[in-house]
């Protein structure tokens, strides 16, 4: 792991927070980072993070993402990336997510695991995974970028914690032994008309994968996945493009349905 520098980690944060606080988007950072080095997107994300934190903000739990490797291929590496979930982005079901609060949005429909238990070893078995679920949800994700025309690299996207924006969970929790997550058909649609489709097998060929993946991964780090942490396993089908008034609803067979609601546009001259 390579040390980065406070330097150029302090000015790849400020860009990014600086685009979060005016809601208007930003030059990519990675100019402003050693190529290709992911331990430097990490340590601008944990930066920031740390600045959200500080301001009262509590990490609900996490998301992992570039877990297709058509995605990875596009971005030119071989592993998915991981982000923190916070209070303030949990939207409910059907609630309106004002049109703002989430730059430049995407959605992306998922599987959401709901933690009982740690997971604190070096490294786990989807077995640990499935003994330490309580239970699962759907859920869509609401991406974003504080990059301007997502312009955006694997660091780009790991600095600006993971493209993270907001996230809703429906309401049914499901017993893992209740739902076969691999072969679970999706759509996300949009008035009725699919947007996007896919399956449990377009997450690392299975969302517990992915799970496995990130309890490894933040282990490593030192702040490992503990009970009443929510888990975003990735996406089951391509992003898709939303608008101001949307309202895209997400079925995961054996998970029920979720809806992501978008609030209109604000006039001129309006606050965000």
């Not at 301001?55 to 877990?67: D, E």
């Not at 691999?182 to 449990?200: D, F, I, K």
Request: hydrophobic share 45%.
């Amino acid at each position: 792991m390579t040390t980065p520098d406070d330097t150029a980690v302090e000015a790849a944060a400020e860009r990014l927070d600086r685009a979060r606080r005016t809601g208007v988007p930003c030059a990519p950072v990675r100019d402003l980072l050693p190529a290709g080095d992911l331990d430097a997107a990490y340590a601008v994300q944990s930066l920031l993070t740390g600045r959200r934190l500080a301001a009262g903000r509590r990490i609900t739990g996490w998301k992992v993402g570039l877990t297709s490797p058509a995605v990875q291929r596009q971005l030119g590496v071989d592993t998915p990336d991981f982000g923190a979930l916070f209070d303030d982005t949990a939207v409910p079901d059907g609630a309106e997510l004002p049109w703002g609060a989430v730059l430049q949005p995407k959605a992306e429909a998922e599987v959401a695991l709901v933690l009982e238990h740690d997971l604190p070893h070096e490294r786990h078995t989807v077995a640990d995974v499935i003994r330490a679920t309580g239970f699962a949800l759907p859920a869509v994700e609401v991406v974003g970028s504080r990059i301007r025309d997502w312009d955006i690299t694997a660091v780009d996207t790991v600095a600006d914690n993971a493209s993270g924006g907001a996230y809703v969970l429906g309401t049914r929790p499901v017993l893992l032994r209740d739902v076969e997550l691999r072969t679970a058909g999706m759509v996300l649609e949009r008035r009725g008309e699919p947007v996007s489709t896919g399956a449990g097998t377009a997450c690392l060929g299975h969302p517990l994968h992915a799970a496995v993946w990130l309890a490894d991964t933040l282990v490593r780090l030192g702040t490992p996945l503990r009970a009443g942490d929510t888990v975003l396993t990735g996406a089951l089908g391509p992003m898709a493009a939303v608008a101001p008034g949307d309202v895209l609803e997400a079925r995961i067979d054996g998970l029920g349905s979720v809806r992501a609601a978008f609030g209109p546009a604000a006039e001129e001259g309006q606050p965000r």
